[in-house]
């Protein structure tokens, strides 16, 4: 069972950091290249969305 835990204000550069290691890890020449390059940017828009809005908050916290 997961406790109640605070958020990790870094938690968008951790998953930055699995996206490199995927890319990494999964440069096998049988992995499609070009669906998992596709993949990446995806996930990578989603962290920068979440990066958006998490400095939206700070900005509205400190007003």
């Known amino acids: 069972m997961i406790q109640n ?3 990790n204000p870094d938690l968008h ?3 930055r950091g699995y ?3 995927c890319l990494i890890t ?3 020449p049988s992995v ?3 669906e ?3 993949v990446l940017l995806y996930l ?3 962290i920068t969305f979440d990066e958006i809005n998490l ?3 700070d900005i509205m916290i400190d007003e």
């Open 26 to 28: 999964n440069t096998h």
């Open 5 to 7: 835990q605070q958020p």
């Open 36 to 38: 998992l390059r596709e």
């Open 13 to 15: 550069l951790t998953a």
């Open 19 to 21: 996206l490199i290691d």
């Open 44 to 46: 990578n828009n989603l």
């Open 55 to 57: 400095r939206k908050e």
């Open 32 to 34: 499609d290249q070009n």
